[in-house]
């Protein structure tokens, strides 16, 4: 069953299990925030549910609670960060900083982070960006689960891409997968027995898989040497655009552990502690082009009028951070979303820790 | 009928009847390089079959042959050209020239550039960068054309990304729409008299049209104001991922027509003499981040495991550049493909402006 939590609570609550595993007080807040903020804006599958992962990760040393960013290559406009294995999150964090600085002093930041680890959304780091009135991007790989064109064996990540850029009434977040659906929706449709509503997954290269209890098939999407894989964004065929998809991963591919030389997606394994994903952070100035509250306003303007276009009966215009928009106006005033079994493996994190649970989720 | 011809006296023609229009040597030089670099790498549609719409424009007056582009801001790091709605194809060489110049003194170059023309693939700009060995990515807008999810009509141009990477045995190029095919593929099918074999054309917002003699829906594509568009690269439904096509596509508009200041894709119509497209231009320099031999060589690698995964029976792996690098070692053997139709359109032009061709189409 899902309940409603106070997000401040709950925020606090993450705060002290961070400061119990070692992180500093600094450190265990910035992660509280993307987490809080991840389900604030209705992404449940990144924020607290995700604790139980890093958890794992933190007892087993894949995850290294001392580390800390290291820059090893910089000019004006760029810089290599080796995350030595440390928090995806702070990572994260550390390396947006980097590009919006250098944004701020020279136009354009374009970091690339190697040996990171699971980073959460990559939209939370475009947005520290459009915060600071800049245009914001960010890019994670991943382990294999797209299939490349023609390709019966998945290849790619799930490899997404955020892109963030001041507006009114709110920011203009895009951030998504280029594979048609990250892994962690096929997860949510198999917890709810719901069977998969579009060619998600495929088998043998192009045979779809819709079926939610074919547990053989989905069981083997984890599994980089199955022949089953996600379809990337455009399906399997070329009629449909599924190069499309299957080359902007590659592009991910090059802004994150190509340039970065770190692991890139085939050398990316869960089980492996001397391997972490790569991340990419480009932080642009709008005012090297011209004057930055004209260029929002018109930017606005522009979304506004698709806003406003004639649609299908029944359905709404949603422009790239509407629905998030929403989703923070209802969760700030009525809570974030947990689902009792994410509660309970909360709980039993903190309870292990000495972190005493009970104030924060009466 | 479609037939062979030299691609070297093809482009001797071109050049000849651009000087003929008034452009000067290295400005008819470039233009011919352009088309006939498109046709030999296998895209007729974009390279000489081009010819007879840009003349149309020169002759109304809406390229502008005597314009040039110019610099009206710019940093160490980027620049707003205005180009004064002259050819597209020298805007489009002179903006990746200044982004090329900024990256190989300041590691990046980005290049905003508004009141251009019809610069034909976008790739080819994209690949101007990796020739130098540098990354390179080029986009336009275009007139509405895409569906924004859920809308009845069109907004967004077909916006298309190009991104191109140095790698062995041959640069890395992808050149795609943000729509699922760009308008050019319509237009091909209605001519082989076949119908469409996926969603490429929606009315009413996610009623598929199929029908190659469905002139109706079909002709409307080209009035902004009718309920029928195209499909953005992952369909009309959500479910399919329609809204990261058209996400790509609005981030499109952000780096060609919003930072530039200039048209957006409604803004700009084919009739209106004083509006045109608006692009952008980035190049970034690896060696930035690492050595680039290295960089290089992993990335080669990567692309070869794609290459070499297991496949769908009778199928092959390509990786972008791939189908190109074919056409181009085809074309360059047995000459560019040109249909009897764009033939005669070149020699109606060349007669009109006093221009001889018969030397180069024996």
Do not use: C
Not at 202 to 221: F, I, Q, W
């Amino acid at each position: 069953m899902i309940k409603r939590y106070d997000s401040d609570k709950m925020k606090q609550l993450v705060f002290n299990i961070y400061q119990a595993y070692g992180f500093s007080d600094d450190e265990s807040e910035k992660v509280a925030h993307t987490l809080i903020y991840t389900d604030l804006h209705g992404i449940e599958s990144h924020g607290v549910q995700r604790m139980v992962m890093y958890d794992h990760f933190i007892q087993n040393g894949k995850i290294r609670v001392k580390s800390q960013p290291e820059i090893v290559k910089q000019t004006d406009v760029s810089a290599v960060v080796d995350a030595h294995f440390g928090l995806g999150q702070l990572n994260g964090i550390y390396s947006m900083e980097v590009a919006i600085k250098k944004a701020k002093e020279h136009g354009v930041g374009i970091v690339t982070t190697r040996h990171s680890g699971h980073y959460g959304i990559a939209g939370y780091y475009a947005n520290m960006a459009a915060e600071q009135g800049l245009i914001g991007m960010s890019s994670t790989n991943s382990r294999p689960a797209m299939l490349p064109t023609h390709a019966t064996k998945a290849f790619v990540g799930t490899n997404p891409i955020a892109f963030a850029m001041p507006a009114k009434p709110h920011t203009f977040i895009f951030d998504a997968a280029t594979s048609t659906v990250p892994q962690g929706k096929i997860e949510v449709y198999r917890k709810l027995e719901k069977d998969l509503p579009a060619l998600w997954v495929a088998k043998n290269g192009d045979e779809p898989v819709y079926d939610h209890n074919d547990t053989h098939d989905l069981d083997l999407l984890r599994d980089p040497e199955a022949n089953v894989g996600l379809a990337p964004l455009g399906g399997v065929s070329e009629a449909t655009g599924s190069h499309k998809g299957f080359g902007l991963g590659i592009i991910v591919e090059v802004f994150t552990s190509i340039l970065s030389m770190g692991n890139t997606s085939t050398e990316i394994s869960p089980a492996d502690l001397q391997v972490g994903p790569s991340q990419s952070f480009i932080a642009i100035d709008p005012a090297i082009f011209g004057d930055k509250d004209q260029i929002v306003n018109r930017f606005s303007e522009y979304l506004q009028n698709i806003r406003e276009l004639p649609a299908i009966p029944g359905k709404t215009i949603y422009v790239h951070g509407d629905k998030e928009a929403i989703a923070y106006a209802d969760r700030k005033k009525n809570g974030i979303e947990i689902d009792d079994h994410t509660l309970e493996e909360i709980m039993t994190i903190a309870q292990r820790l000495g972190v005493d649970y009970k104030p924060f989720i009466g």
